[in-house]
């Protein structure tokens, strides 16, 4: 098959070089062209991130010679060497906004890991296991925007993509409010711990728009589309604090979830365990396992969990329940799930789906 070729705008920064080495040996996706800022413009890839390559594994040897182009400036070329482009730019939001519609209207599919089309009614906000169905809103952002090929879709924050697939797996028994505390790697921040000395040995208990977006944008998720735009959920009621915390990689939450219809432990467990609505896909950057219950006292723990189902999977463990209703802890990889992986799962998804060819 014949691969389709990837843009990467902000392929320099930290979700940028996360895109360009999981799609190192993708099956269905080649990166061809990456952009960045002005300052990494016109650099062979390798020399733009000299200094600032932070991904495990060497820079892919298809990537590190191609010419970084100016993401706002060069939308003709890369809409020439590219068959639809991922979004991990990080500047002016309005910008952001503008910069993501002219390339769609040139024709440009846009997989977004920004936050500025998010809460835009005709763009999807998707997780493929949880709301496959709102890819359906690109045909009414089309028909609304006169765009025949082009389209934007985004994904939502880093931040909710432990409890969000707990609550939907167990939407059956009514979660009604949802009490969450995130502790949040650095990388989140597109920061290192060793380039962040303010964060070792501290914990910050701030995170600006996070709590916000922790709590609101799981209602657009769960929502439906009528009327040509979603629809949002009324229930569960979510509060949130998010904490920084002193680990490279990984969200990890504390969360508590009142429910509406009584539910046992096992029910719990077997509830999340078997939930994975889009296996039968088989999307290539799909976990094996979507969620994994530990049944170990001491599990998931942020370095040695992290990882599970290739950072794609979310590991749930400390199951209790007490008189407000059920705890637990739940986590994923902040840049893989909740970034450039979740990204390109979408894509998958869009792919299986016949929005992009
Ligand atoms: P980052 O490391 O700061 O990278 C930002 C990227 O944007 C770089 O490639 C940078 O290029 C480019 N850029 C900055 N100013 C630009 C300009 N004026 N014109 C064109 N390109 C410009 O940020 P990040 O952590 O990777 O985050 C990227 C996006 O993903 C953000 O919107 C963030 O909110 C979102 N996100 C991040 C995470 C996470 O866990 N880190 C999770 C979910 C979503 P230069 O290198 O040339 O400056």
Redesign the pocket.
Known sequence: MKKLRAGVL???????QRFVSLLENHPWFEVACTA??P??AGKAYQEAVEGRWKMQSAIPNSVSNLIVK???EDIDEVCKEADFVFS????DKQKIREIEEAYASMGMPIVS???SHRWTDDVPMIIPEINPEHVKLIEIQRKNRKWKKGFIAVKP??SIQSYIPVIRALEKYKPKRVLVTTMQAV??A?RTLEGWPEMQENVNPFIRNEEEKSEKEPMKILGKIVNGKIKLAKSPKISATCIRVPVEDGHMASVEIQFGRKINEKQFVDGIEKYNPIAKLKLPSSPEKFIKYFNEEDRPQTRLDRNFGNGMGIPVGRLRKDYFGWKFVALSH??IR??AGGAILLAELLKAKGYLN
């Open positions: 902000g392929a320099t920064g930290m979700v940028g960045a800022s300052s990494s100016r993401a706002e991990a730019l990080d500047m890991n920004n936050s924050n880093c990388s989140g597109g902040n840049t909740g970034a």
